[in-house]
């Protein structure tokens, strides 16, 4: 007696999404040239912030001026390069007029017995080389905000330009392969478009997202064992926010990207189609280096969903954003990341099995 077979039932959507995850996952990190760049990218990483800081440690020695009443606090400090003054305003306008690095002036009111004078930003070394932590003084708070402002912005866009690219383009060119070698076709036959997409955008989310938190690990060890901590200070919660925001951004572009990929059938095509998108990621990188310390292109910035990843979480460091601004931000990336992968999900559709030319955007809207 012959028994007849139940055909296995179709997986669902969300497992077949998570099995091309995997497979996105999988083919990257068995890529030697994927592998090796990104080491390359970690370890260049790790080498700069330790450079920064032994380099700094290394110097031959701190200007500082010390008047007469704080000679005794500095008198077994080593790396110093002491101008002695009579009077706290003369060590003043030595800091101010850049002569010095920092001043040591007594204070009564100091636990201490002694304060440091520093323009903007305090060096790390002279804290450190002292037996006590003193206060410290900030002559010009306005341009310690500019400095450490400005080391904000390049963080933030470099990150942001960096793993947007550099995924962006692997989505893109993953796409264009499995055109050129017809694999895409058997992958339709057993999963709907959509599926496939969702599933490339979230592989290489889940990467993204993990190269980014190792480069932050890094930064925050390496600035720790190098006793540059005043890096860190005051950039948690904007670092928080900027992780929510490039999440969504992310996907956002990474959808495009894919979209974008698909309206071609060679690699030496995907210029063609992706240019637009690099556009979109190098602009922010450009515009927070060069307005960083503008509230009015911050502002626009922040609320822009490609630039809102850069932009807010600049704003937030900065303390120029109301507590709602970045949840209302926050509202219009995700409604836009919506957008984009339904828009991105018919390009993708109409365009996949579409061999030879490059596809016209209409007929892919309209395909």
């Not at 101010?96 to 790390?124: K, N, W």
């Amino acid at each position: 007696m012959s028994t007849v077979r139940t055909p296995a039932p179709a997986p669902s959507a969300a497992s077949s999404t998570w099995l091309v995850a995997e497979r996105e996952i999988g083919s990257k990190l068995r890529s030697k040239a994927f592998v090796i760049s990104t080491a390359i990218l970690l370890l260049g990483a790790l080498a700069l912030v330790l450079w920064g800081g032994f380099a700094a440690a290394s110097e031959s020695g701190t200007p500082v001026a010390v008047t007469t009443d704080a000679q005794r606090f500095v008198e077994d400090v080593p790396g110093l390069e002491v101008t002695e003054v009579d009077a706290r305003s003369d060590a003043e306008a030595l800091v101010t007029g850049g002569d010095v690095d920092a001043a040591i002036v007594g204070d009564p009111a100091s636990p201490t017995g002694f304060a440091v004078l520093v323009e903007s930003t305090p060096p790390s070394q002279l804290l450190l080389s002292l037996a006590q932590v003193p206060p410290v003084e900030i002559l010009d708070p306005e341009g310690a905000t500019a400095v450490l402002g400005y080391v904000a912005a390049v963080g933030f866009g470099v990150v942001f330009l960096m793993a947007a690219s550099l995924f962006g383009g692997t989505i893109a060119q993953s796409v264009v392969e499995e055109k050129q070698t017809r694999v895409v076709e058997l992958l339709i036959s057993a999963i709907p478009v959509r599926t496939l997409l969702a599933g490339k955008v979230i592989g290489n989310t889940v990467l993204a997202m993990g190269q980014i938190l190792i480069l932050a690990s890094i930064a925050v060890v390496g600035l720790t064992v190098t006793g540059q901590t005043e890096l860190l200070q005051g950039l948690g919660g904007p670092i928080a926010w900027f992780a929510v925001f490039f999440l969504f951004g992310f996907v956002l572009l990474a959808s495009l990207f894919a979209a974008a990929a698909s309206m071609v059938s060679r690699q030496e095509d995907i210029g063609s189609t992706t240019t637009p998108l690099t556009m979109l990621v190098m602009a922010p990188y450009f515009l927070v280096i060069f307005f960083f310390d503008n509230p009015l292109v911050l502002g626009i910035m922040s609320y822009v969903p490609f630039s809102a990843p850069v932009g807010m979480p600049m704003r937030l460091f900065l303390g120029e954003a109301q507590w709602w601004e970045p949840l209302l931000s926050l509202v219009i990336l995700v409604v836009t990341c919506v957008a984009a992968i339904g828009i991105g999900a018919k390009i993708y559709r109409n365009s996949l099995l579409r061999m030879g030319g490059r596809v016209k955007l209409r007929e892919a809207l309209t395909g």
